[in-house]
T-cell receptor, first 114, second 111 residues
Framework: QKEVEQNSGPLSVPEGAIASLNCTYS??????FFWYRQYSGKSPELIMS????GDKEDGRFTAQLNKASQYVSLLIRDSQPSDSATYLC??????????????FGKGTLLTVNP | DVKVTQSSRYLVKRTGEKVFLECVQD?????MFWYRQDPGLGLRLIYF???????EKGDIPEGYSVSREKKERFSLILESASTNQTSMYLC??????????FGPGTRLTVT
């Protein structure tokens, strides 16, 4: 059974701080990883993807992947109240198969306090 | 921009009714997915499709069926709705780098 585990949270940080969201996965064959943001009552929105070891930065967001430790993280710098949402981590195998699908974690609720 | 649309944002149906949820994507994606999302249970895959008329069961297919007659459209069918199918239903399509794009969701209530 492929699993993606996330800190259940909730995680609360003050405005302007760095929020750190973590995710571990069980399937060593996973190659592609994604972070989604989901506001209450809305659908998940893709915010970051990462495919190789190391860091990937996009604005205030940095995704980190360590395949040896089977660990993915998302850092949000200068957190804003508008970042308050549930963050979903997802992983998938090598592309190419017609039955490709992602395994999602259950999400971490982040609250940024003004 | 990828666009995934779903036929209804909110739907209320009675127990035993046949329910159709439709999803359309405009990016010529081959793979499409149906999930349901419930508090504490996360996203659970119901069915997915990798081509027209091709479908695969996900983790919780019982009580559901799907139809994909055209590449851009993927329908979820609840043959006889039950109260335990009250949920948020999310459709997604797979992009070129394996990412998934979600539609806005349909919140279904079965009474």
């Amino acid at each position: 059974q492929k699993e993606v585990e996330q800190n259940s949270g909730p995680l609360s940080v003050p405005e302007g701080a760095i929020a750190s969201l973590n995710c571990t996965y069980s399937d060593r064959g996973s190659q592609s990883f994604f972070w989604y943001r989901q506001y209450s009552g809305k659908s998940p929105e893709l915010i970051m993807s990462i495919y190789s070891n190391g860091d990937k930065e996009d604005g205030r967001f940095t995704a980190q992947l360590n395949k040896a430790s089977q660990y993915v993280s998302l850092l949000i710098r200068d957190s804003q109240p508008s970042d308050s949402a549930t963050y979903l981590c997802a992983g998938g195998p090598n592309s190419g198969g017609s039955n490709y699908k992602l395994t999602f974690g259950k999400g971490t609720l982040l609250t940024v306090n003004p | 921009d990828v666009k995934v649309t779903q036929s209804s944002r909110y739907l209320v149906k009675r127990t035993g009714e046949k329910v159709f949820l439709e999803c359309v994507q405009d990016m010529d994606h081959e793979n499409m997915f149906w999930y349901r999302q419930d508090p504490g249970l996360g996203l659970r895959l119901i069915y997915f499709s990798y081509d027209v008329k091709m479908k695969e069961k996900g983790d919780i297919p019982e009580g559901y069926s799907v139809s994909r007659e055209k590449k851009e459209r993927f329908s979820l069918i609840l043959e006889s709705a039950s109260t335990n199918q009250t949920s948020m239903y999310l459709c997604a399509s797979r992009g070129d780098r394996d990412e998934q794009y979600f539609g806005p969701g349909t919140r279904l209530t079965v009474t």
